[in-house]
C-alpha cells in the first residue's frame, strides 16, 4: 500500500502550462493550414487563370491589342495622313502615321517609331515612344491626335489630325 497512483504534472518541464502547448499547437496547425490553401489557390488561378474571359484574350488576342501576333489587324487602318498642330493652331505641316507590322511610324519630316501600347478606350490606338518619352492617341476612324509627354499621361495636347488612308 505504499504505492500511490500515479498523477502527470498539469506543468511539464518547460514551465508552460498543459493548456498553452496545446493552443500554441493549434495556431500553428491552423496557420499551416491557411498558408497551404493560399499557396493552393494561387497556383490554381495561375494553371487556369482568374476568369474564363482571361484565358480567351490569351488564346486570341483583342483587335486593340498590341500582342496580336505583331500582325495589324485587318479592321483596322494601317495608314493615316494628316496635318500638324502647334500650341493648339493649325502648323502647315502635314504627317502621317503608318503601321509597319512592329510599330507606327510617325513621319513629319522626321520618322519616330512608336509601340503600340493597350488603350483603355477601345475606339483609340495608343502609341508610346519610350527614348522621346512621347505617347500619342487617336481614334481608329481618324480625328484628333494628341501628344502626352508625362509619364502619368494626364497633360494630353493637339498634335495632328488625321484621316485613314486604307
Not at 52 to 63: E, G, T
Not at 89 to 100: H, Q
Not at 104 to 120: F, K, M, R
Not at 125 to 142: C, D, F, H, V
Amino acid at each position: 500500500m505504499d504505492e500511490q497512483p500515479h498523477e502527470t504534472p498539469s506543468e511539464p518541464s518547460d514551465g508552460k502550462p498543459k493548456f498553452f502547448q496545446s493552443v500554441n499547437g493549434m495556431i500553428a496547425g491552423v496557420t499551416a493550414l491557411l498558408v497551404a490553401l493560399g499557396g493552393l489557390a494561387t497556383a490554381t488561378k495561375q494553371f487556369w487563370g482568374d476568369k474564363p474571359a482571361a484565358r480567351q484574350s490569351v488564346a486570341a488576342p483583342a483587335s486593340g491589342s498590341a500582342a496580336a501576333g505583331q500582325d495589324q489587324p485587318a479592321a483596322r487602318p494601317a495608314l493615316y495622313r494628316g496635318d500638324l498642330y502647334a500650341d493648339g493652331a493649325f502648323n502647315g505641316g502635314s504627317m502621317k502615321l503608318e503601321y509597319d507590322g512592329r510599330h507606327w511610324v510617325l513621319n513629319d519630316g522626321t520618322s519616330y517609331d512608336y509601340d503600340e501600347i493597350v488603350s483603355d478606350d477601345k475606339s483609340r490606338i495608343m502609341a508610346s515612344n519610350a527614348e522621346y518619352q512621347s505617347t500619342l492617341r487617336w481614334p481608329i476612324k481618324g480625328g484628333v491626335v494628341e501628344e502626352s509627354s508625362s509619364l502619368k499621361r494626364d497633360d494630353w495636347k493637339t498634335y495632328a489630325t488625321v484621316k485613314p488612308m486604307n
